[in-house]
């Protein structure tokens, strides 16, 4: 039995969890984030899930996906070119992944546009494209793993990010606030594991301070031949710490 804050959510439906009604939808996870209110969780059963977001500034939601070694896996667009997996727009804030694989589309697993709300957090995610280096032909078309604009705060515990041949595992533009790493792997990418641009011309100064901790970092900077290095900070930052 459903408590009242909690939705299911599987490929096709949600079921609400303050009547248990079941209401079928070709985008069960943003009708079922759509349905909402503050504090909500909509736990997603084991599938295979279609893109999401943006959200229309939702905030203050939960999104759980079911625990190993069953999967609940935002699958790549193949029918469309240059998508995301997940889209966070002006507004979308607060909000927590659990547990959710990304099968990496082509441009990013999770891409956020300017504007986008504070406090956003993941947990336990998996971020992977295609292949792997132990190919010697690989070339994964993901261009990014996260590619961000204007957040902050931001942080992530435990994720690992893998096969981003395109660019970087994470690029984060003109932070707005601290962002915190907090164990997790990257493995096996284009560029760099982390790389923090903060562009003065393109907008403004860039805040808040970086921690990464625990973090594991193997074979990227792939596709620069050898160049390159885990971890860039870029631009302006004068108040920051970095630890």
């Known amino acids: 039995m459903l408590t009242a804050p909690t939705s299911a ?6 079921q609400r969890g303050y009547d248990g009604f079941v209401i079928p939808s070709d985008n069960s996870i943003e009708a ?12 997603l059963l084991p599938g295979n899930f279609r893109r999401i977001g943006p959200f229309a500034g939702k905030q203050h939601v939960s999104i759980n996906g079911w625990d190993p070694p069953f ?41 956020t546009t300017s504007g986008v709300g504070p406090n956003l957090m993941f947990v336990n995610c998996s971020l992977r494209g295609r ?38 595992a994470r690029y984060f533009h003109n932070t707005r606030g601290d962002h915190t790493f907090m164990g997790g ?30 973090h594991s970092v ?16 870029r631009g302006g930052m004068p108040h920051s710490t970095v630890s």
């Open 71 to 111: 999967s609940s896996i935002i699958v790549r667009d193949t029918a469309v070119g240059s998508t995301d997996n997940l889209v966070l727009g002006p507004g979308d804030g607060f909000l927590k992944f659990v547990n959710i694989t990304f099968d990496a589309d082509d441009r990013a697993a999770i891409k």
């Open 185 to 214: 792997t990257t493995a096996h990418c284009g560029r760099t594991a982390f790389q923090f641009v903060n562009r003065q011309n393109e907008g403004a100064v860039g805040s808040g301070n970086i921690h990464i901790s625990h």
């Open 131 to 168: 292949g792997n280096a132990f190919d010697q032909a690989w070339r994964s078309d993901t261009k990014w793993g996260i590619h961000a604009y204007d957040t902050g705060p931001w942080s992530e515990a435990h994720n690992a990010i893998f096969a981003i041949y395109g660019e970087h």
């Open 9 to 14: 959510c599987a490929p096709g439906y949600y």
């Open 32 to 43: 079922a984030i759509a349905a909402c209110t503050k504090g909500n969780t909509v736990q």
């Open 218 to 233: 193997e074979d990227v900077c792939l596709e620069q031949g050898g160049g390159g290095s885990a971890f860039t900070f």
